[in-house]
């Protein structure tokens, strides 16, 4: 018979690990927390013949390995609007949703919360949006294996071990997936800190000119190669100029009917915007101290319960 409060006090304390692991491979807050409840589940079934040959984080970690792969065999690789095309010329319109394609999600620092600081910086340097874009162009198993070993440093052993092949194969699987991310740029070597002076006065700023519809000093945030994508928007635009004439016609016209939270996810900075008082869209930044490199704004009030945020004010 199965302690079930033994169980809980040996497994609980790595849920939000988990849940960060299970979206790595997923690209999907929704998905990831469905996949941790399964991982428990598989857990659970599985106790009474753990034999603690391996650490129980180990045998977790093993377990929802297997269940992302296997749930990956029956899905799509979740993309950003940026990872379908090249960026649309604005003309005074956007097109509607595109709801059937398998959109990349945001998820919350405060899914990625840990008594342990290094922890922290460590959670948040391998869930930033562009590294996880980046992950879902690979293969699941060579995604399984560059997240265990670059993210989570398992020994090549111990990944072989879990997906059933030799050291050598899982080094060079890994070789496999760092050449093909060789070409992607992602923004991983640049990170500023959220809590950096500096980029706290970039961050108000831009979050000021948003609720007074103020373009001009919005445009002095933004840097002129600037992206903006909108998932579930397929259209994204890239240049200073393009980006403001979006914002300019796409925002109401009065000063006061937007809000904008300031939040976090993946790592980055963020802000909550609302308007005319209902959920509008979660906006990941890409900032730094000079200006505002990218905003992914996540549209649908969906997006806010994982934040713990209302969807109207």
Not at 209 to 237: C, G, N, T, Y
Request: hydrophobic share 40%; aromatic share 8%.
């Amino acid at each position: 018979m199965i302690d079930t409060e033994e169980f809980a006090l040996r497994t609980m304390p790595y849920r939000r690990e988990l849940l960060a692991h299970c979206y790595r491979m997923v690209g999907s807050v929704d998905d990831a927390e469905d996949l941790v409840q399964e991982t428990l589940l598989r857990a659970w079934r599985g106790y009474p013949e753990f034999e603690g040959r391996a650490s129980v984080r180990t045998w977790l970690y093993r377990i929802a390995t297997n269940t992302c792969l296997n749930a990956l065999e029956h899905s799509s690789r979740r993309v950003l609007p940026s990872g379908l095309g090249d960026p649309t010329e604005y003309r005074g319109r956007i097109g509607p949703d595109s709801d059937s394609v398998p959109w990349l999600q945001p998820i919350p620092d405060a899914y990625l919360e840990t008594t342990d600081p290094e922890a922290i910086v460590a959670a948040r340097h391998g869930t930033r949006l562009a590294l996880i874009a980046a992950w879902q162009c690979l293969p699941p198993k060579q995604r399984a294996v560059l997240i265990l070993r670059d993210v989570l440093h398992w020994k090549a052993t111990e990944v072989a071990s879990l997906l059933d092949t030799t050291p050598t194969a899982v080094n060079s699987s890994l070789q496999r997936a760092h050449a093909t991310l060789a070409d992607s740029a992602t923004d991983a070597d640049r990170i500023t800190e959220p809590d950096d002076p500096m980029l706290r006065a970039v961050l108000d700023r831009y979050a000021a000119a948003f609720e007074s519809l103020d373009m001009d000093a919005l445009a002095q945030l933004l840097k002129e190669d600037v992206v903006w994508e909108m998932p579930p928007i397929r259209e994204w635009f890239a240049g200073r100029p393009s980006v403001v004439h979006l914002i300019a016609t796409q925002c109401p016209s009065q000063a006061g009917d937007v809000r904008m939270i300031p939040t976090a996810a993946n790592g980055q900075p963020a802000f909550a915007m609302y308007l005319n008082g209902e959920a509008h869209s979660i906006q990941v930044l890409t900032a730094t101290p000079t200006g505002i490199e990218r905003v992914t704004a996540f549209h649908g009030p969906e997006r806010f319960e994982p934040f713990g945020l209302p969807k109207s004010l």
